[in-house]
Protein backbone atom coordinates (compact mmCIF):
# COMPACT_ATOMS: atom_id res chain seq x y z
CA UNK A 1 0.00 0.00 0.00
CA UNK A 2 3.24 2.53 1.16
CA UNK A 3 4.21 1.67 -2.48
CA UNK A 4 1.62 2.45 -4.21
CA UNK A 5 0.76 5.78 -2.70
CA UNK A 6 4.92 6.82 -2.91
CA UNK A 7 4.10 5.67 -7.10
CA UNK A 8 0.84 8.01 -6.92
CA UNK A 9 2.35 10.93 -5.13
CA UNK A 10 5.83 10.85 -7.43
CA UNK A 11 3.30 10.88 -10.90
CA UNK A 12 0.93 13.71 -9.42
CA UNK A 13 4.13 15.66 -8.70
CA UNK A 14 5.88 15.00 -12.08
CA UNK A 15 2.85 16.02 -13.84
CA UNK A 16 2.35 19.34 -12.05
CA UNK A 17 5.71 20.02 -12.24
CA UNK A 18 5.57 19.48 -16.20
CA UNK A 19 2.16 20.77 -16.27
CA UNK A 20 3.30 24.52 -14.87
CA UNK A 21 6.56 24.47 -16.57
CA UNK A 22 4.96 24.26 -19.89
CA UNK A 23 2.07 26.48 -19.15
CA UNK A 24 3.92 29.27 -18.69
CA UNK A 25 7.21 28.71 -21.30
CA UNK A 26 4.71 29.57 -24.11
CA UNK A 27 5.15 33.64 -23.71
CA UNK A 28 8.84 33.61 -22.38
CA UNK A 29 10.94 35.57 -24.18
CA UNK A 30 12.06 38.48 -26.16
CA UNK A 31 9.37 40.45 -28.07
CA UNK A 32 9.35 43.45 -30.70
CA UNK A 33 6.43 45.50 -30.91
CA UNK A 34 5.35 45.31 -34.57
CA UNK A 35 2.16 47.23 -35.53
CA UNK A 36 -1.41 47.83 -34.45
CA UNK A 37 -3.84 46.33 -35.55
CA UNK A 38 -7.19 46.92 -33.89
CA UNK A 39 -8.57 50.30 -31.97
CA UNK A 40 -11.31 49.75 -29.10
CA UNK A 41 -14.30 52.20 -30.18
CA UNK A 42 -12.54 54.71 -27.86
CA UNK A 43 -8.71 54.75 -27.35
CA UNK A 44 -6.85 57.26 -25.51
CA UNK A 45 -3.27 57.56 -28.40
CA UNK A 46 -2.76 59.76 -31.19
CA UNK A 47 -0.83 58.76 -34.10
CA UNK A 48 2.62 59.89 -33.05
CA UNK A 49 1.97 58.25 -29.80
CA UNK A 50 0.69 55.02 -31.70
CA UNK A 51 3.75 55.14 -33.61
CA UNK A 52 6.55 55.91 -31.08
CA UNK A 53 5.12 51.91 -29.67
CA UNK A 54 6.42 50.65 -32.58
CA UNK A 55 10.09 48.61 -32.33
CA UNK A 56 9.67 49.01 -28.04
CA UNK A 57 10.76 45.38 -27.08
CA UNK A 58 8.82 43.54 -24.44
CA UNK A 59 10.88 40.66 -22.33
CA UNK A 60 9.14 38.00 -19.92
CA UNK A 61 10.86 35.67 -18.27
CA UNK A 62 10.01 33.96 -14.83
CA UNK A 63 11.57 36.32 -12.44
CA UNK A 64 10.88 39.32 -14.70
CA UNK A 65 8.96 41.24 -17.35
CA UNK A 66 9.85 43.86 -19.15
CA UNK A 67 8.40 46.64 -21.39
CA UNK A 68 10.69 49.49 -22.73
CA UNK A 69 12.08 50.56 -19.79
CA UNK A 70 9.26 49.87 -17.31
CA UNK A 71 10.54 46.34 -15.53
CA UNK A 72 8.88 44.46 -13.14
CA UNK A 73 11.14 42.24 -11.17
CA UNK A 74 9.53 38.57 -9.81
CA UNK A 75 6.16 39.43 -11.83
CA UNK A 76 3.01 37.19 -11.11
CA UNK A 77 1.91 35.61 -14.58
CA UNK A 78 -2.06 34.98 -14.41
CA UNK A 79 -3.36 33.07 -17.27
CA UNK A 80 -7.18 32.22 -18.57
CA UNK A 81 -8.86 31.49 -21.28
CA UNK A 82 -11.98 34.33 -22.29
CA UNK A 83 -14.60 34.08 -24.97
CA UNK A 84 -14.87 35.98 -27.47
CA UNK A 85 -18.76 37.41 -26.14
CA UNK A 86 -16.70 38.13 -22.91
CA UNK A 87 -13.66 39.52 -24.68
CA UNK A 88 -15.77 41.54 -26.32
CA UNK A 89 -17.89 43.39 -23.44
CA UNK A 90 -14.64 44.53 -21.85
CA UNK A 91 -13.10 45.81 -25.02
CA UNK A 92 -15.76 46.25 -27.83
CA UNK A 93 -13.86 44.56 -30.07
CA UNK A 94 -14.34 40.93 -31.50
CA UNK A 95 -11.16 38.82 -31.59
CA UNK A 96 -11.47 37.87 -34.90
CA UNK A 97 -10.76 41.46 -35.33
CA UNK A 98 -7.41 40.71 -33.55
CA UNK A 99 -6.96 38.03 -36.57
CA UNK A 100 -7.75 35.26 -34.19
CA UNK A 101 -9.86 32.56 -35.86
CA UNK A 102 -10.68 30.95 -32.84
CA UNK A 103 -13.71 31.60 -30.27
CA UNK A 104 -11.50 32.15 -27.30
CA UNK A 105 -8.41 33.20 -26.58
CA UNK A 106 -5.28 32.67 -23.82
CA UNK A 107 -4.72 35.67 -21.99
CA UNK A 108 -1.39 36.43 -19.32
CA UNK A 109 -1.94 39.22 -17.37
CA UNK A 110 1.12 40.68 -14.90
CA UNK A 111 -0.72 40.79 -11.64
CA UNK A 112 -0.05 44.46 -10.05
CA UNK A 113 1.56 46.07 -13.11
CA UNK A 114 -0.15 48.68 -15.07
CA UNK A 115 2.47 49.37 -17.89
CA UNK A 116 2.19 48.87 -21.35
CA UNK A 117 2.78 45.07 -22.05
CA UNK A 118 0.95 43.76 -18.90
CA UNK A 119 -1.67 42.37 -20.68
CA UNK A 120 -1.00 40.06 -23.16
CA UNK A 121 -3.26 37.98 -25.40
CA UNK A 122 -1.58 34.62 -27.05
CA UNK A 123 -1.66 34.81 -31.18
CA UNK A 124 0.74 31.97 -31.70
CA UNK A 125 4.08 31.00 -30.46
CA UNK A 126 5.54 33.90 -32.39
CA UNK A 127 3.51 36.47 -32.00
CA UNK A 128 1.77 38.46 -29.01
CA UNK A 129 -0.77 40.83 -28.60
CA UNK A 130 -1.05 43.56 -26.14
CA UNK A 131 -3.66 46.76 -25.49
CA UNK A 132 -2.46 49.79 -24.37
CA UNK A 133 -5.20 52.97 -24.10
CA UNK A 134 -7.41 51.00 -26.21
CA UNK A 135 -4.99 50.20 -29.00
CA UNK A 136 -4.03 46.52 -29.59
CA UNK A 137 -0.32 46.16 -30.72
CA UNK A 138 1.13 42.94 -32.17
CA UNK A 139 4.29 41.58 -30.95
CA UNK A 140 6.67 39.66 -32.75
CA UNK A 141 9.38 37.17 -31.00
CA UNK A 142 12.79 38.18 -31.66
CA UNK A 143 14.44 35.73 -29.40
Same mark, same amino acid.
Given at each position: ?27 Y???? %? ?33 F ?12 ? %? ?52 G %? ?8
Open positions: MRKIFICISVIVFMALILGFSNKSNSFGEWK %VQRPIAYCPIFGMDEETIKNFIGKKAIYKFDMAQDDEICNNPQYKEE %VILDKDFFNGFHVYIKKLGITTDSIKVIEVKDWTNPGSYLIIKDKNSLITVWD %VFFELVRIK
